[in-house]
């Protein structure tokens, strides 16, 4: 199982989380994730930094760490554009993009209605969101779909993207990983024991990535890396 962690993006610079990526490259971690939020949720008073320039710019200051959307959200810019945006992405990091794409849902909603954008019924978001990840897996980039009702996860399925579950338990990680290739994003507790037994379990459910949020620091997450890698989670 692949580990990354999700970057420090609700800040009013991007020093934090391009720093956040060069350290995460120099301990080993695998990949580095931007959120695509207006705010952070139910915050519209605090800053949020896009995830497309930043990615940009840590894939040219990077070599080998993968970069990811978690995830960018349809109905906030065209399909078309969208679409380009990761692409885009992928082409200036070397095929490195992880494209995580979303529906969205009620929490994020206001965000969308904020700036005028109209939220579309679930159905149409979940038509658009099977569309995009088609075509990004039809395009040779690695692609998770933000999993949530049944009928999301199934159009996530059908793309032939991989599914990625937020906060789930190792049962059901296990449980999807069934029908498929099936990722992870979360929050590792805080204790490092436990934060090795979260991954050790989430590696022998069957989870290809486990992408946790900046904790602000590599050291405690390469540290329960090591501890579930040698058995010790």
């Keep these: 199982m692949r580990v990354g ?13 391009l720093d956040a990526a060069a350290e995460a490259e120099a301990s080993g971690l695998d990949g580095v994730f931007a959120y695509d939020h ?29 970069i990811g959307t978690l ?16 692409l885009s ?22 965000e969308n209605r904020a700036y005028g954008i109209r939220v579309r019924p ?13 075509a990004l897996v039809a395009a040779g980039v690695t692609a998770w779909g933000g999993g949530g009702s049944p009928e999301t996860n199934a159009a996530i399925r059908a793309s032939g993207a991989a599914l990625n579950l937020w906060s789930a338990p190792v ?7 069934r029908d498929g290739e099936v990722t992870w994003a979360g929050r590792l507790p805080p204790d490092g024991e436990h934060a090795a037994a979260l991954l050790a379990g989430l590696d022998a459910a069957g ?14 997450v390469v540290a ?9 989670g």
């Excluded at 049962?171 to 990983?177: D, L, N, Q, S, T």
């Excluded at 989870?207 to 405690?220: E, F, K, Q, R």
């Design 71 to 86: 995830v960018a959200r349809v109905g906030l810019v065209p399909d078309e554009v969208l679409l380009e945006e990761l």
């Design 122 to 134: 679930a159905v149409e978001r979940r038509a658009q969101l099977e569309s995009v990840l088609g």
């Design 38 to 66: 207006l705010w952070p949720m139910g915050q519209p008073g605090r800053p949020a930094i896009s995830p497309y320039p930043l990615l940009g710019a840590i894939a040219v200051r990077t070599r080998s760490v993968a």
């Design 5 to 17: 962690v999700i970057l420090p993006t609700f800040a009013p610079t991007a020093t934090e989380a």
């Design 89 to 110: 992405l992928d082409a200036l990091s070397g095929g490195r993009l992880v494209a995580a794409v979303g529906t969205g849902d009620a929490k994020s909603a206001e």
């Design 207 to 220: 989870a290809s990535w486990a992408c946790v949020i900046w904790p602000g620091a590599a050291a405690p």
């Design 224 to 232: 329960a890396v090591s501890t579930a890698r040698r058995g010790g």
């Design 171 to 177: 049962g059901a990680v296990a449980e999807a990983a």
